[in-house]
């Protein structure tokens, strides 16, 4: 039989070092998150070969004094924490205690350090776990970290490692959660001697943008919102933005970098619906909260949390941002894609104006012409009328009869942000000039979009209008259908609907929602049962709700080869303005694009 017996501190602090080093980047992590605690204004990291060969982090912060650094070096040892009572409202970044032991028990260690009052620095270095005495070192203040030959006396452990370029990529990853946590702190990073990150203390937004790009900077909307103890504020990307991965997604609670389940299904819900498919929304977002509800002692590396109230926090997550992506006004502050601008980036600011791209001439502001005149373009034209049944007799703040239809009426309004139309391209696209250039819009997209925030506004409102079919729709149907339409009449009912078995093989439509009208009756009809059946009638106005009025949005919307006049493109443009989330159809396409007079000026070399 085995006994049992207690493991030498070596295998016990290799073991710990398991856990908490998991690579170069996690030893990194721990190390930034040292200085940082150290009250810090600098920090600079130099990197060789991907971190296995050497780490090393300098700081200008408080600095350990002789005596404290042998345990610096020791297991379960902080200036950090002295009582549970501590332990249960963390405020600093690193408190275990065990992060440097563990780094010294499979590296090389070096550290040299200088308090504010020591007359120099003293050094220590740790071989395998075994320590040093202090001597002196030539350091003008704070702290030196260096790490040498990552697991040189764990040879299994360094097989796993992967490649220089692999494990760099991992540590600059580290280096960012830090950098855009504190950006009043000055950051720089080299690899292999050369510099590749140079952050100089800023605000929150400059810090954001230097790491991210300006492409996140310039396609996202700031967020700031408080309610009791939270506070949730940061940039989040609007959906034009979008990305194949995860890979620009931050979110700090209290100033440390998380991974969280319900944080992420909180934003992963918000952004459901205005993403396509399989992309995922980029996001820098802060969080901000009493320390004693949430739990940061949870894993080793100190990413996974435990909150006190998870569901009032993943309500309080979901309904700020779904407010800030859903604001009407994120239309005059989004970026678009402008696809194939010669000479420019692919994404370009809607925030940028005339005369002051680089090289690009001064225009004077323009009057607003339009291609063609104010009447029914050729082709089947709808009468004005259309959109008044569509949209109402009137859209927001503007009625049909009072869109601009000559230069003078142009000049004599404000420019809205989708500006006003100029024609129609193909009977698919609306065109349309405002003060920075030329937008196009996909005219079914944004009907679709329109519709579709219409019809969920009355249903939550219980007033969702119906509309007598004059002469009901009949259409040849199957067993299941005709059982779906009479086990759910009140379900069909509250959608708008009226359908009634007329035989044993045939059904009615003898109304459907006012806002569908115009839509093919009988396929409408069609795809409603099959939702219901397929789904069943309590998912459909629940879990599956917002997809059901998603498709019936999509029949009702306006086909593409159907001709407009202006004063109907004009008022689908003031309606997208009014609507939420009209930047992105049902299905997370764009409805539009947009693109400045600079990129024109480039595709035609003006100004050259």
Known sequence: MNTIKLLPDLLVSQIAAGEVVERPASALKEILENSVDAGASEIAVHIFQGGTKLVRVSDNGAGISRDDLPLALARHATSKIDSLEDLQKVASLGFRGEALASIASVSRLRLASRGAEQKHAWRIEAEGGRLSEPEPAALAKGTTVEMHNLYFNTPARRKFLKTDGTEFSHCEEAFRRIALSRPDIAFTLQHNGTARHHLRAADTRRRIAAILGDEFSQTS??????????????SAALPAYS???????????????????????????????????????AFVLFLEMNAGSVDVNVHPTKTEVRFRDPRALHQFIFHTIDK???????????????????????ETSSRAVFGQATGAPSYPRQSFMPLVPPVPAAGVAQPQSFYSTLFGSDTPGQKL???????????????????????????????????????????????????????KTALDDHV????????????????????????????????????????????????????????????????????????????VLTSRRNEMLSTMACHGAVRANRMLTIPEMNALLREMEATERSGQCNHGRPTWFEISLADLDKMFMRGR
């Open 464 to 539: 969702l209008f119906t509309q007598p079919l004059l002469i009901p729709a009949i259409f040849q149907a199957d067993s299941l259908d005709i059982a779906t339409a009479e086990e759910n009449r009140d379900i069909l009912t509250e959608l708008g609907f009226e359908i009634a078995m007329l035989s044993p093989t045939m059904l009615t439509v003898r109304s459907v929602p006012a806002a569908l009208k115009d839509a093919d009756v009988v396929k409408l009809a069609r795809d409603v049962l099959r939702e219901i059946h397929e789904f069943g009638a309590s998912r």
């Open 324 to 346: 800030a992506l859903a604001s009407p006004q994120s239309l005059s502050a989004a970026s678009v894609s402008v696809p194939g601008a010669a000479g420019s980036r692919q």
């Open 221 to 234: 909307i700031f967020i700031d919102e408080q309610a009791a103890d939270l506070r949730l504020w940061g």
């Open 401 to 455: 009869s009072e869109v601009p239809q000559t230069p003078a009426d142009f000049e004599k309004q404000d420019v809205p942000p989708l500006g006003f139309a100029l024609g129609q391209l193909l009977g698919i696209y609306i065109l349309s000039q405002n003060e920075r250039g030329l937008l196009v819009v996909d005219m079914h997209a944004a009907h679709e979009r329109i519709l579709y925030e219409k019809l």
């Open 243 to 281: 990305r194949s991965s995860r890979d620009a997604q931050y979110f700090f609670v209290n100033g440390r970098f998380v991974r969280d389940k319900v944080i992420a299904h909180a934003l992963r819900e918000a952004y459901r619906d205005v993403l396509h498919l399989d992309r995922h929304p």
